[in-house]
């Protein structure tokens, strides 16, 4: 069964540090997508990246970046010069596209906060 | 384009009564997904709906149910309430296009069992 851990249950850092969110995947299918949202106090999920299991190339969104490693069955993120704005939940998931289930199971999420 | 709207967003409710959640997708979305989240147990699946049928459904007892409606509109309900199904439910819409599609989430509605 699929199974996704995130292992920092919460992370306080000051404004412009740089913050890496872990986030370490289990499954036996081949075909998996790996997403990372946010959650803010408001409660809703924000979209923040997808990525399948045949695309390990990095990715780089503004001060956002996401290290995609399959030898370590890893899809970590990386907040470059992190500000009071990102403080939140974020959730790694993960989804089997193998089985036909398009669900999402997500990691126990970690609490940023970003200090002033 | 509007997103995902989810009503009522407070619900509180007795013990033992049952209560019915409402799900709009953002336009052209056909899937419907819905999430249960609580500090215990965090983020769990509950079920997917695409095209009016359930597609998918998660571990939770059959006092769980929901639909889909032609318009895509989605309801969830849960009879029987017990204290536990105090929690967060989310809502998440996508294209159910091939593969795995972003799910794009409502603000939820967040429901205390007394």
């Known amino acids: 069964a699929q199974k996704v851990t995130q292992a920092q249950t919460e992370i306080s850092v000051v404004e412009k540090e740089d913050v890496t969110l872990d986030c370490v995947y289990e499954t036996r299918d081949t075909t998996y997508y790996l997403f990372w949202y946010k959650q803010p106090p408001s409660g809703e999920l924000v979209f923040l990246i997808r990525?399948?299991?045949?695309?390990?190339q990095n990715e780089i969104s503004g001060r956002y970046s996401w290290n995609f490693q399959k030898s370590t069955s890893s899809f970590n993120f990386t907040i470059t010069a992190s500000q009071v704005v990102d403080s939140a939940v974020y959730f790694c998931a993960l989804s089997e596209a193998g089985t036909g289930r398009r669900a999402l199971t997500f990691g126990s999420g970690t609490r940023l906060q970003v200090q002033p | 384009k509007a997103g995902v709207t989810q009503t009522p967003r407070y619900l509180i409710k007795t013990r033992g009564q049952q209560v019915t959640l409402s799900c709009s997708p953002i336009s052209g979305h056909r899937s419907v997904s819905w999430y249960q989240q609580t500090p215990g147990q965090g983020l769990q699946f509950l079920f997917e709906y695409f095209s009016e049928t359930q597609r998918n459904k998660g571990n939770f007892p059959g006092r769980f149910s929901g639909r889909q409606f032609s318009n895509s509109r989605s309801e969830m309900n849960v009879s029987t309430l017990e204290l536990g199904d105090s929690a967060l439910y989310l809502c998440?819409?996508?294209?159910?296009?091939?593969?795995?599609?972003?799910?794009?989430f409502g603000p939820g509605t967040r429901l205390t069992v007394l």
């Open positions: 998440a819409s996508s294209l159910a296009g091939q593969g795995v599609d972003e799910q794009f």
């Open positions: 990525r399948n299991s045949f695309d390990e």
